[in-house]
């Protein structure tokens, strides 16, 4: 053993020798004191809580912040992969109809929607569009 093995077991035993003592006396162990019909939930009884002046505000914006979440979240544009591999290969689909041909590397769909302009070094790209 080593000399924190026999630390440890030594505290284990003298715990273990501390709690069948106090069992023999007939003591139990208290960890919290009884408060018998006397507890109530953060010391207040039920039916008498009085709101403050600003719980109702909090409330109100709490519950705008959820709805503004909810319903900007639902009309998202959708920006995962299996939308622009769609939106690729609908593209592809219509430049073969049309009777082009499609070269790999070259994307069709997806940058038609996002093309960006730099009029020179250092400026700030711009939305053709815009």
């Known amino acids: ?11 284990l035993g003298m715990f273990r020798q ?10 139990r162990p208290r960890f ?9 939930l953060f010391g207040v009884k039920p039916g008498t809580y009085q709101y403050e002046g600003w719980e109702g ?5 709490y519950a705008a912040s959820a709805l503004l979440l909810t319903v900007g979240l639902y009309s998202r544009p959708g920006i995962d992969i299996k939308t622009w591999a769609a939106d690729e290969a609908a ?8 009777g082009g041909e499609v070269k790999w590397g070259v994307h069709y769909g997806g940058s038609k929607k996002y093309s960006f302009e730099k009029a020179g070094v ?7 569009s815009e």
Do not use: H, M
């Open 1 to 11: 053993f080593s000399i924190f093995d026999r630390s440890v077991s030594w505290c």
């Open 18 to 27: 501390l709690v069948t003592r106090s069992v023999q006396r007939g003591a």
């Open 32 to 40: 919290f004191a009884a408060q018998g019909k006397e507890a109530y």
């Open 57 to 61: 505000i909090v409330y109100t914006t």
């Open 91 to 98: 593209a592809r689909k219509a430049v073969k109809e049309q």
């Open 122 to 128: 250092g400026e700030v790209p711009t939305n053709e």
